[in-house]
């Protein structure tokens, strides 16, 4: 546990994720006067949880962009700033500290959803009410099935970044495959072997029956569950993580 307080006063003392937080805030603003204001009158946001809904919606490529840089800086930078060596001579063994930034990460993601979500409510709250077809209860599940896709791009930098001991390499790959998603998908779809690549995996939202969540989408392969699908992306995950463990216990840091 004292790793893990040491890694969060480490990110608090950055001031990166708060600066983030503020931007989120302010791209929050503008949606809300884009929606009050501009929206054409088939997209027009009528109620408090359809701005939310919208609004986090636009947020969450940034936030899957802070997790890739958040994942690959919490490695990257002990390396390039020779601080890594102070690290490993505490008596924690390698395979915690290296877990310990790894659960950092997560954290840091799940909260800035959580935040997204709260700022959403809060500022739609001051300009929408009205009814509307979306509950709080499906707000929250459209939510939570945001975050295999988030957590996967996190640890998939994370892992480059340990094998690389850079910041610049993760961050570049992890940003070239989360924009080549739907490309890979199009391409590839037709193959049955293409079942098992993580990218059709990444949307749990589409195994769910209501139209609200799933916006019309369906699984690409019938024989796949959502259970299917999360435990393939855990094992991708689970996967990465063994792979960043065994590298980093061996790591020569002289």
């Given at each position: 546990?004292?790793?893990?307080?040491?890694?969060?006063l480490?990110?608090?003392?950055?001031?990166?994720?708060?600066?983030?937080?503020?931007?989120?805030v302010?791209?929050?603003?503008?949606?809300?006067?884009?929606?009050?204001?501009?929206l054409?009158?088939?997209?027009?946001?009528?109620?408090?949880?359809?701005?939310?809904?919208?609004?986090?919606?636009?947020?969450?490529?940034?936030?899957a962009?802070?997790?890739?840089?958040?994942?690959?800086?919490?490695?990257?930078?002990?390396?390039?700033?020779?601080?890594?060596?102070?690290?490993?001579?505490?008596?924690?063994?390698?395979?915690?500290?290296?877990?310990?930034?790894?659960i950092?990460?997560?954290?840091?993601?799940?909260?800035?959803?959580?935040?997204?979500?709260a700022v959403?409510?809060?500022?739609?709250?001051?300009?929408?009410?009205?009814?509307?077809?979306?509950?709080?209860?499906?707000?929250?599940?459209?939510?939570v099935?945001?975050?295999?896709?988030?957590?996967?791009?996190?640890?998939?930098?994370?892992?480059f970044?340990?094998?690389?001991?850079?910041?610049?390499?993760?961050?570049?790959a992890?940003?070239f495959?989360?924009?080549?998603?739907?490309?890979?998908?199009?391409?590839?779809?037709?193959?049955?072997?293409?079942?098992?690549?993580?990218?059709f995996?990444?949307y749990?939202?589409?195994?769910?029956?209501?139209?609200?969540?799933?916006?019309?989408?369906?699984?690409?392969?019938?024989?796949?569950?959502?259970?299917?699908?999360?435990?393939?992306?855990?094992?991708?995950?689970?996967?990465?993580?063994?792979?960043?463990?065994?590298?980093?216990?061996k790591?020569?840091?002289?």
């Amino acid at each position: 546990m004292n790793v893990l307080r040491n890694e969060f006063l480490k990110l608090h003392a950055k001031k990166g994720s708060y600066i983030f937080a503020i931007f989120l805030v302010v791209v929050s603003g503008i949606s809300l006067v884009v929606a009050k204001k501009w929206l054409p009158q088939e997209l027009k946001v009528d109620s408090l949880l359809d701005f939310a809904n919208m609004n986090v919606d636009s947020l969450l490529s940034f936030i899957a962009l802070y997790g890739v840089v958040l994942g690959a800086k919490i490695v990257a930078e002990e390396f390039q700033k020779g601080t890594i060596k102070q690290l490993l001579i505490r008596p924690q063994k390698r395979v915690f500290i290296l877990l310990s930034k790894y659960i950092t990460v997560i954290l840091a993601i799940v909260l800035m959803v959580m935040f997204a979500a709260a700022v959403s409510l809060l500022l739609g709250s001051l300009a929408f009410g009205g009814e509307t077809n979306l509950t709080a209860g499906i707000y929250s599940k459209i939510l939570v099935y945001q975050l295999p896709r988030l957590i996967f791009y996190a640890t998939f930098s994370f892992l480059f970044a340990t094998l690389f001991r850079s910041a610049v390499i993760p961050i570049v790959a992890a940003i070239f495959v989360l924009f080549s998603e739907n490309i890979v998908m199009m391409l590839l779809g037709g193959y049955k072997w293409a079942k098992f690549l993580f990218v059709f995996h990444l949307y749990p939202s589409i195994y769910d029956s209501n139209p609200l969540v799933n916006h019309g989408m369906k699984p690409m392969f019938a024989d796949f569950s959502m259970t299917a699908s999360l435990l393939l992306v855990a094992a991708y995950i689970g996967a990465f993580l063994i792979t960043a463990a065994a590298v980093f216990q061996k790591r020569d840091i002289l």
